[in-house]
């Protein structure tokens, strides 16, 4: 994960907005990506940004892509209890055969 | 219902025994990967294979094999020369249009 950071834990109230941040090195990224991992389970694709957007809106979740910074973050608004979770950044490298280039992961906690 | 089936939830393997993880897809996807996570770690790729009867060392293949006869099985065995096997151990399928990873829902593999 030493290509892809992200700050290791998170603690938010409930109700209040999360904001988990991600920065890459690899200028030549396609597809970013955030995964959840809620504990004892597989990963769940949340939601993915192609490189030429700077902005992806899915209800509740707001990605945001400054490419110039390589710098990618996960806005939860609301965040609810069942919010807390393992958030994992992740980049597609073109020419990469299809493999993922992971951040060690986000640990989210949301107290009520 | 298509998804991705790892088998079992729960294995118990002695010093010195090979144990064969299971991964099964009916997605109909080309590539298949085996990850480990350990606390704090991230995801590592173990083995990755993009067609039948084809596969690549991921970072640390060391103690680890795996085989891809048919499409919709990517098996994985841990050897006894894995030194450090106790672990939780995720499959991951990639479609053909190469965006998202779809997960099983992990094995936890421990050591006694």
């Known amino acids: 994960g030493e290509d892809v950071e992200q700050s290791l834990f998170l603690s938010v109230r409930e109700g209040d907005s999360s904001v988990i941040n991600c920065t890459y090195t690899?200028?030549?990224?396609?597809?970013l990506y955030w995964y959840k991992q809620e504990p004892g389970a597989g990963l769940q694709l949340l939601t993915y940004i192609f490189s030429n957007m700077d902005m992806k809106q899915d209800q509740r979740l707001t990605v945001l892509l400054n490419k110039k910074d390589k710098h990618l973050s996960l806005r939860i608004a609301d965040t609810q209890t069942g919010d807390s979770a393992i958030y994992f950044c992740?980049?597609?490298?073109?020419?990469?055969?299809?493999?993922?280039?992971w951040g060690l992961g986000t640990s989210l906690a949301v107290n009520p | 219902d298509g998804g991705i089936t790892q088998s079992p939830k729960y294995l118990f393997r002695k010093e010195g025994q090979n144990v064969t993880l299971s991964c099964e897809q009916n997605l109909n996807h080309d590539a298949m990967y085996w990850y480990r996570q350990d606390p704090g770690q991230g995801l590592r790729l173990i083995y990755y294979?993009?067609?039948?009867?084809?596969?690549q060392k991921g970072d640390i293949a060391e103690g680890y094999s795996v085989s891809r006869e048919k499409k919709e099985s990517f098996p994985l065995t841990v050897t006894s020369a894995q030194k450090n096997p106790t672990a939780f151990y995720l499959c991951?399928?990639?479609?053909?249009?190469?965006?998202?990873?779809?997960f099983g829902q992990g094995t936890r593999l421990t050591v006694v």
């Open positions: 992740a980049e597609r490298r073109a020419g990469n055969n299809r493999k993922l280039i």
């Open positions: 294979s993009q067609i039948v009867n084809d596969f």
């Open positions: 690899d200028s030549s990224s396609t597809y």
């Open positions: 991951a399928t990639i479609p053909h249009r190469n965006t998202e990873a779809f």
